[in-house]
């Protein structure tokens, strides 16, 4: 581990032993893919005696955050996470609003961006997963995206049940390197997708990821800034002429 990764894990295990010291409920920031796997590789088995949970307020969710409960806490106990719902005032005259642009008129906000979880645009607007002690401000000051004037109101994440779009992928590939798989997920050359990677764009469970060669292996979650992401499902043998049968879920 590097220094900004040792610490975040010591950073973890203080939450843990607040939450053991104190006896109540601590959650902590929203963690990448990569951090959520730093937790779960070097934290838990330094955890005192409590409970923990990566919730990100639905079961998919990439961004999640660590809920530390004292033991013999349950359900009664809700994570301080809440749903945003942000939709134009005017259908009519709204923009196509991106990922981007959503997470581009928080940060104006001055909102950190692990007080975030997921952002999902739609046609209708975009919904959002944040800390509760956010949420107020965000309802007030998001007020346009854009040039597009929104509304942002709170809604029940007890009721949120999201399940995004996928679609399997399966074909062959020459082998299990990062460049080859991108180019049978989005249909590319390898030499094509070169400046992806050597240009800090992909990212591997959440760390960026420098190096063609980089092997992939089951239920890596790959992102490719201005491509999408996809989860590398399965390698099922070799064919005859010697390639590798591979599997993947496309997120649409």
Known sequence: MNKEEQMLCSHLEDLANACYQRDRAVISDFLTLNEQNLFLSFCVRNLPPVTYELIGGYESAERKAVYFQPIGVGREHPAPLVLLRVKPVNRKFAEDLSHRDYLGSLMNLGIDRCKLGDLIPSEEGC?????????????????????????????????????????????????????????????SSRSKLTGYIEGEKVFVNGKCI???????????????????????????????????????????
């Open 210 to 252: 420098t190096s063609n060669a980089y092997p992939l292996k089951e239920n890596d979650l790959v992102s490719v800034r201005g491509l999408g992401k996809f989860r590398f499902l399965a390698s099922n043998g070799q064919t005859k002429k010697g390639r590798l049968s591979v599997l993947l879920e496309l997120f649409i």
């Open 127 to 187: 919904l959002i997963i944040c800390q509760e002690a956010v949420s107020g401000f965000i309802c007030e000051q998001l007020t346009r995206v854009r040039h597009t004037t929104v509304l942002c109101e709170i809604q029940e994440l007890s009721e949120f049940d999201f399940h995004p779009e996928t679609k399997q992928i399966s074909g062959t590939v020459a082998s299990l390197r990062l460049d080859a798989v991108i180019g049978l997920a989005f249909s």
